[in-house]
């Protein structure tokens, strides 16, 4: 499939290890968080989602944690797989909005 | 497949071209989103319909215009083409069109190389 090919930062991780995510965010107003993951040749696809009332949630093998002091959201991945190997993006929904706006994402390259 | 349609996959145009893009929603979404995705922005936000309407806009440029149609349907046409508009230009949806909690299902993206 086609590469996006952005300039991103990348996470580099064995197989069967623990992948951490970490996204800042600048708009201490905004209230529901996202995290997509985007693999070659796709759009980016929901993985899980957290409310700013929260500061953790967990998903299968995905855990979202949100700090609120320092606008800091974290998407830590358990076991990570091959299958693993994406973009991800968090995006933010600002107060009053509902039109996710988007990070810059990370690449994530899970070796065997 | 996550139920959104887009078409082309891939086109390749000339500069001062115009083309359009298509995107279908996933089946009982009333809203369309577009947002383009280039090397040096990451997704940015261009327009949202819901049911029919204009709901919001992003950073669209005025080269570009967007329509959703009544079988909810929608079309991007971007005209007096340059080589920085060159990028992926997906189509989300969702059900609801106003409110928090949105999330979008995304489309695989239209690339555009404009040569």
């Known amino acids: 499939g086609e590469s996006v090919g952005l300039h991103l930062p990348t996470l580099s991780v064995q197989e069967g290890d623990n992948s951490i995510i970490n996204c800042a965010y600048s708009?201490?107003?905004?209230?529901?968080f996202i995290w997509y993951k985007q693999e070659s040749g796709k759009g980016p696809q929901f993985i899980i989602d957290?409310?700013?009332?929260?500061d953790k949630r967990q998903g299968q093998r995905v855990t979202v944690l949100l700090n609120k002091t320092v606008k800091h959201l974290s998407l830590q991945i358990a076991a990570t797989q091959p299958g693993d190997s994406a973009v991800y993006f968090c995006a933010e929904n600002r107060e009053g909005s509902y039109i996710p706006t988007f990070g810059r994402g990370t690449s994530l390259i899970v070796h065997p | 497949d996550s139920g959104v349609t887009q078409t082309p996959k891939h086109l390749i145009t000339a500069t001062g071209q115009r083309v359009t893009l298509r995107c279908s929603p996933r089946?009982?979404?009333?809203?369309v989103y577009w947002y383009q995705q280039s090397l040096d922005q990451g997704l940015q936000f261009l327009i949202q319909y819901y049911n029919g309407e204009e709901r919001a806009k992003g950073n669209i440029l005025e080269r570009f215009s967007a329509q959703q149609f009544p079988d909810l349907h929608s079309e991007l046409n971007l005209s007096s083409l340059e080589l920085g508009d060159s990028a992926l230009y997906f189509c989300a949806s969702s059900v609801a069109g106003a409110h928090g909690a949105n999330v979008l299902t995304f489309g695989a993206g239209s690339r555009l190389t404009v040569l």
């Open positions: 089946s009982g979404d009333l809203s």
């Open positions: 708009n201490s107003a905004s209230d529901y």
């Open positions: 957290i409310r700013s009332n929260m």
